[in-house]
């Protein structure tokens, strides 16, 4: 475990209130009395709204479903992890020693749900201003430029395209298991082409599931392609 004090320099923020910071640092699987969860339930609604009204006041000509595809992008668990993995927050998570020997510090879930409640953690502490602060200095930090194009990418689209065009037929998504409470459920797709199964990946959404399947099923074909 790493000095918390090297979190609070790459967020540029010291917590006035030590156990809060800690909260939000304590995974569920570590056996105390309190963990991360609600911090991270009030974290994502802050980072939300943060990032939707980011990108509200910069696209001014955006319409609503490119809005929201935008920051679909940006605050999905990918988008999240980004983020974490920019102030390494993987060391500073108090985590079991089975979700430890499993990488626990660098699951995407485990990185983004962190982040979600540390910045609920920020907020309850500073307001939503400073939270801002922090949020948007590592967005732009980790996307030196944020358009449609760099940041959105539909990688079912693409691959159904690839597929297309060198197969003749679409790619088949079939979810294979759901996991969790209905409130946080989670679902696992795999991606075949022509019986060969490409990629299977887990979401937090069954669209959240395919994009990432179809992700990982592009970069495979796209090596093979290059080889």
């Keep these: 475990m790493n000095d918390i004090k090297e979190l609070e320099k790459s967020l540029d923020y010291q917590f006035?209130?030590?156990?809060?910071?800690?909260?939000?640092?304590?995974?569920?699987?570590?056996?105390k009395?309190?963990?991360?969860?609600?911090?991270?339930?009030?974290?994502?609604?802050?980072?939300?709204l943060i990032i939707g009204e980011y990108l509200f006041k910069k696209f001014s000509k955006v319409n609503e479903g490119e809005l929201s595809k935008l920051r679909a992008s940006l605050v999905n668990e990918r988008g999240l992890e980004k983020l974490a993995?920019?102030?390494?927050?993987?060391?500073?998570i108090f985590?079991?020693?089975?979700?430890?020997?499993?990488h626990g510090r660098e699951k995407p879930s485990l990185l983004s749900n962190?982040?979600?409640?540390?910045?609920?953690?920020?907020?309850?502490?500073?307001?939503?201003k400073r939270a801002k602060e922090i949020v948007l200095k590592l967005l732009e930090e980790v996307y030196p430029q944020i358009d449609l194009k760099s940041i959105f990418r539909d990688y079912k689209t693409t691959l159904q395209?690839?597929?297309?065009?060198?197969?003749?037929?679409?790619?088949?998504?079939?979810?294979?298991?759901?996991f969790g409470p209905d409130h946080k459920k989670e679902f696992e797709i795999e991606v075949s082409v022509k019986g060969r199964?490409?990629?299977?990946?887990?979401?937090?959404?069954?669209?959240?599931?395919?994009?990432?399947?179809?992700?990982?099923?592009?970069?495979?074909?796209?090596?093979e392609f290059s080889e």
């Design 16 to 31: 006035k209130n030590k156990n809060l910071i800690i909260e939000a640092l304590t995974h569920k699987s570590y056996k």
């Design 114 to 128: 962190a982040f979600e409640a540390i910045i609920g953690a920020i907020y309850l502490e500073s307001g939503l």
């Design 197 to 223: 199964r490409l990629a299977i990946a887990k979401g937090k959404s069954k669209k959240d599931a395919q994009q990432k399947a179809a992700q990982k099923a592009l970069e495979i074909l796209e090596k």
């Design 33 to 48: 009395p309190y963990n991360n969860e609600r911090l991270e339930f009030l974290g994502d609604a802050v980072i939300d």
């Design 161 to 178: 395209e690839l597929t297309q065009a060198q197969f003749g037929t679409t790619p088949e998504y079939t979810m294979i298991a759901s």
């Design 95 to 102: 985590i079991s020693l089975a979700e430890e020997n499993n």
């Design 85 to 92: 993995k920019k102030i390494d927050l993987g060391k500073y």
